[in-house]
């Protein structure tokens, strides 16, 4: 693994991560990528630990991506799931962060549909005086950092495989385009994409990205990289990298688009729209994918332009990387 320091105890959020801290989980990735191309894919890293992955909300590929990380890294690993624990019963969150505690987990990976909650048992471990590390893997409409941190990979290893690193994106033209209101992962990814000097471009009907969004963002600091579009157009003009959003219908509270038909017209990735981008434009969804909606489904299978499964892969190596660098100081 490549020598860093790296000090941080939980991976809440990205808003605050550092250019060097990019880069240690950049360059442990991509290490741990080699590894997983080989005959024996499992290395003793974190033997003896025990990670407990506890969603409180559905999920496939980060829940399964994280477990099978964690067992790469040989790991003992614990499933927790809402509807068949004791939180039926009336258990609270933070018992049931303990209960796990109690079991010798060391690092929990947690998903809540509400913003908040692994921060809040983040502190409720500091507060206990005990080294169990949290990992936040999806909260609310908060953040999402480790989907976050796999689209950087997978954007870096285009550019350098060999050696991803943030600087390479400094100057590119990425857009991000559809659900912006309701998605944690554009929250990562716009922290990730204006650390590495990159020209972020958001794209969406204005109710799904509304005023006080743009305002938000622009009172950070951030107004020089960071461009809003209620067009898809300009957006799409000279980009280097698209990044299409799922219509979070689950968590759309009022009715803010006419239609699915109207909106892949306006706002759907398609091959006749890509080429108003760089020629060698590739595009990217966190998933799950709406076919046909945010993205036509045969562009979506082309891997001349489609990263999709390419960020499946790298979460796998991605979330080995975080586990490894909050975990293999507890041995």
């Known amino acids: 693994m490549p020598t860093t320091t790296w000090n941080r105890h939980h991976i809440l959020s990205l808003a605050d991560f550092t250019t060097a801290e990019y880069n240690a989980v950049l360059q442990t990735a991509a290490s741990f990528q080699e590894v997983l191309s080989r005959r024996t894919k499992k290395v003793p890293t974190l033997q003896g630990q025990v990670v407990a992955n506890l969603f409180f909300e559905p999920s496939t590929r980060t829940r399964s991506s994280f477990e099978i990380a964690a067992k790469r890294l040989s790991a003992d690993t614990l499933n ?8 039926t019963k009336g258990e609270t969150i933070l018992d049931t962060a303990k209960t796990y505690l109690a079991m010798g987990t060391d690092i929990m990976v947690i998903r809540h549909k509400e913003a908040g909650v692994p921060s809040a048992i983040a502190q409720e471990m500091d507060r206990l005086g ?21 689209d950087l990979f997978t ?24 659900d912006i209101l309701h998605s944690r992962v554009a929250r990562s990814n716009i922290w990730s994409l204006i650390a590495s000097e990159a020209q972020v471009h958001l794209a969406a009907p204005p109710t799904l990205l509304p005023k006080f969004f743009a ?19 300009p957006a799409l003009q000279d980009a280097d990298f698209v990044m299409t959003l799922r219509l979070q219908k689950e968590r759309m509270t009022a009715h803010l688009l006419p239609s699915l038909r109207e909106y892949h017209q306006l706002f759907g990735i398609t091959r006749a729209k890509l080429k108003l981008c760089k020629p060698n434009v590739k595009v990217l969804h966190p998933g799950p994918v709406n076919r046909g909606v945010e993205i036509s489904s045969d562009l979506m299978d082309d891997p001349q332009f489609s990263l999709i499964q390419s960020q499946v892969t790298s979460g796998v190596a991605v979330r080995m990387a975080l586990l490894y660098l909050i975990g293999s100081g507890k041995a």
């Open 155 to 178: 954007i870096c290893s285009i550019i350098d495989p060999a050696q991803p690193r943030i600087e390479l994106l400094k100057g590119k033209k990425i857009a991000i385009i559809g």
């Open 80 to 87: 927790f799931a809402a509807s068949t624990s004791s939180m």
């Open 130 to 150: 005990v080294k169990v590390s949290v990992l936040n893997a999806g909260d609310g409409q908060h953040e999402h950092p480790s989907q976050g941190l796999l």
């Open 215 to 233: 305002e938000y963002l622009g009172e950070e600091g951030n107004v020089e990289r960071l461009f809003t579009h209620w067009q898809l157009e």
